[in-house]
């Protein structure tokens, strides 16, 4: 991804390069008090476009209409006051949680709002509404990087995991995104095919890098699947342990391979909005059990730096595995930027 980490860099203001030194200075100091110290405001975000989606994908509480909370779309004024009260050290906005992005009318207007800070704005999608038009529309946004999921080469492995939904239009999309970035001239966005490596089509993972050559997309991700339930072992887990995030025990279960240290990058660096702005800790609380505060009610620093926040952070510093959400993470102690 070193085309993306050149753009983000691109972005780096002053501003911007002290909160990054405010950040992680904090984040060291409080792994080795083991209380949480913060300093700074988040370098990146995700925005929830939508809970809504086309597809109904096992391993999804928004495909399997699990939620608990509400279903809606982000609403402009809730956009303009993420932007407004983080814009200035934000450096990544992921406009994506649940939910597909597309399914809202007004997402391409947020993603120019926030282009127009100079802000790399990333999104991941189905695919299955990028019409011709759409195409152009999104060219014309600024949009940083378009991750299109596909997650097979034939239409059964394929529809496995995205139940209900169909690979030509996937391929449909792939064909007008690149035939519209060809009409304007444009090499953003960055288009990344993302292969959810399952035990069902990790034997088409040379098929899907032919694809990715044939579609001339930029990047080619083979992700891991995340599974709630992997303990006893789950019939999407590739035979292949490299491409999954857990590992087959001693006896005879299963386990993620990362170790679950006490400590997490993310709560210092970044955090999730809902679509009706509400703030979670990151993207693996999918039903938001872990709210933080409602944008709508109380300003975000007052959040960010709140008690409950900070509780938050002294559980993960002192006994990360005994939070569920963390339980089946695979990433929260990586540091990036």
């Given amino acids: 991804m070193a085309t993306r980490n050149i753009e983000i860099i691109k972005g780096l203001t002053l501003r911007r390069i002290w909160n990054i030194f405010l950040l992680k200075s904090s984040f060291y100091i409080s ?44 609403k402009a004024d809730i956009n303009t006051k ?16 649940q939910g597909e992005p597309f399914i809202n009318p007004n997402f391409l207007d947020f993603v120019k709002q926030a282009r127009a800070k100079n802000i790399y704005v990333l999104t991941s999608t189905n695919a299955h509404f990028i019409s011709k038009k759409t195409a152009h529309s ?22 496995n995991y995205r139940i209900e939904g169909q690979l030509t239009a996937v391929l449909d999309g792939l064909k007008n995104i690149s035939k519209a970035k060809s009409d304007r001239k444009s090499k953003s966005p960055i288009v990344t095919l993302q292969y959810l490596v399952t035990k069902q089509n990790e034997h088409q993972i040379d098929e899907i890098n ?16 995340q599974v709630y339930d992997y303990k006893n072992g ?3 887990l590739p035979t292949n342990e490299k491409h999954s995030r857990y590992k087959k025990l001693k006896d005879g279960t299963f386990g993620l391979k990362n170790k679950m240290s006490n400590h997490c ?55 990360r595995q005994s939070i569920d959400i963390c339980s089946n993470c695979s990433e929260g102690s990586k540091i990036w930027i």
Wanted: charged share 20%; aromatic share 12%.
């Fill in 265 to 319: 990058w993310r709560l210092w660096s970044t955090c999730v909005f809902t679509w009706d702005g509400k703030i979670v800790p990151c993207c693996f609380d999918k039903d938001a059990q872990y709210q933080m505060g409602e944008l709508s009610k109380t300003e975000f620093k007052t959040i960010w730096k709140s008690g409950l926040y900070s509780d938050f952070r002294k559980k993960v510093l002192k006994n």
């Fill in 82 to 97: 993420i932007l407004t009260n983080l814009g200035k050290n934000l450096q990544y906005i992921n406009y994506y949680f």
């Fill in 138 to 159: 999104i060219i014309d946004s600024g949009l940083s990087e378009l991750i299109i999921s596909i997650d097979g080469t034939t239409q059964e492995t394929y529809s």
């Fill in 234 to 236: 789950n019939e999407l």
């Fill in 210 to 225: 032919a694809i990715q050559k044939k579609y001339n997309t930029d990047n080619l991700n083979l992700k891991t699947i």
């Fill in 31 to 74: 792994r080795l008090i083991k209380h949480p110290i913060h300093w700074g405001t988040p370098i990146a975000i995700s925005i929830e476009p939508t809970t809504a989606c086309n597809l109904k994908c096992p391993e999804c509480p928004s495909g399997l209409r699990q939620f608990t909370r509400p279903t809606g779309n982000l």
